[in-house]
């Protein structure tokens, strides 16, 4: 099995650069999106195994991007 795809999703650039420089550190492949539309993008374009989301966004809430990421990856 190849290495853990992760998608972080946050509005705070910091946040969204500190975990991403833990996680691949740790091994893992991350990629980041800054808000919500970006995020739903991405969703459409790659395969992720793991979501870290902000809930508390402008665009789209946090909680409707995982109800996005729940219908389409089941198994994350």
Do not use: C, H, T
Request: glycine letters at 6%.
């Amino acid at each position: 099995m190849g290495r853990r795809r992760i998608l972080i999703v946050d509005d705070e650039l910091a946040l969204r650069e500190s975990l991403a420089g833990w996680l691949e550190r740790d091994g893992y492949d991350v990629e980041m999106a800054s808000g919500s539309k970006e995020a739903l993008k991405r969703l459409k374009d790659a395969r992720f195994d793991i979501f870290i989301v902000d809930v508390k966004m402008r665009e789209i809430s946090g909680i409707e991007i995982l109800k996005q990421v729940n219908a389409n990856y089941p198994n994350a």
